[in-house]
């Protein structure tokens, strides 16, 4: 059992890798939903696009932007998050993950879905960033309204 030093520190390390390494950032100029977010208090910005075949299964999704490390990793996990997954598994995950964030309770089903977004519950104690962490979810779920 790790102490919660060593989980933080983990979590911390997977979060740099993603804002260094970040993963799926093609752009799909096939994607029937784009969208675009901003974030004011931070000045975090982030493109997503997301392709779907005819059942709802996403296909492909890209994500570029620009910003601060929780919000740019908080992005490429959320690609490799939800890639093939039924466009109605992302809205739930999209759910859970803010609810995560909140300190809410969640079901274990729920935490294996959200995978290694585990990796952002520590945000939950900086309210400032939570809003950093929930940008490229709250740009997927405009994205999908379209
Ligand atoms: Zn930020």
Redesign the pocket.
């Known amino acids: 059992m790790s102490t919660d030093n060593e989980l933080d520190e983990l979590y911390r390390e997977l979060i740099l890798d993603h804002y260094r390494n970040p993963r799926n950032s093609d752009y799909i100029h096939e994607a029937q939903h784009k969208a675009e977010g901003f ?1 004011p208090f ?1 000045g ?1 910005q982030v493109n997503l696009q997301i392709m779907a075949d005819k059942s709802g299964t996403i296909e492909a999704i890209g994500t570029q932007g620009k ?2 490390s ?2 740019q990793a908080s992005a490429s996990m959320l690609t490799e998050t939800i890639k093939g997954k039924s466009l109605t598994r992302a809205k739930s995950s999209s759910d859970a993950f803010r609810r995560l964030l909140r300190g809410e309770h969640l079901e274990e089903s729920e935490l294996d879905d959200l995978g290694i977004l585990e990796a952002f519950q520590g945000v939950r104690k900086f309210p400032v960033r939570i809003k ?1 962490a929930l940008l490229p979810w709250t740009t997927m779920e405009e994205a999908l309204e379209r």
Request: proline share 0%.
């Open positions: 974030n931070c975090d910003g601060c929780i919000s950093c």
